[in-house]
C-alpha cells in the first residue's frame, strides 16, 4: 500500500495551489464534488489506514470493515451520503489517557468513516491555506 500521493491528486492540489498563491481573494465556491471523487477517497482511506487508531463508537475496526463489507463498498457508501448530502459525523468516543503527573487528559476518537471523511477534505484544502502563509 503506497502512501505518496498519486500524480492526479497531486496535479489538482498543485492547481488549487497555484490558484489560491496568483488571486489571495479568490474564493473557492465548487470544492464539495472534489472530496467525493474516489480516488480522492481511495487515498484519503490509504492515509487513515495506515495511521491506525482505535475504532470510534461504532465499534467499527479497519479489519471489521475489509472483511465484512470490503474498503470499496466503504467508500462507496460514505461517497453516496457525502454527494447526496444526508453525511452527518458521529459521534466522538472519548477516552482518558494518564499524564505523567498522575492526572488524566481526555483524547477524542472519531470513526473511521468520519476521518476518512477528514481526511478527504484536508487533501482539498490544504493547498489551499497553505497558499497563504
Known sequence: MSLTT???IRT???KLYAKAKQEPAYRFYALYDKVTREDILGH???LVRAN???PGVDGMSFKAIEDRKGVDAFLRDLACSLKDKT???QPV???MIPKADG???PLGIPTIRDRVAQ???KLIIEPIFEAET
Open 6 to 8: 498519486p500524480d492526479r
Open 44 to 46: 484519503a482511506w490509504r
Open 87 to 89: 453525511y452527518r459525523a
Open 93 to 95: 468516543r472519548r477516552v
Open 12 to 14: 489538482l492540489q498543485r
Open 119 to 121: 481526511m478527504a477534505v
Open 52 to 54: 491506525g487508531g482505535s
Open 103 to 105: 492526572s488524566q487528559r
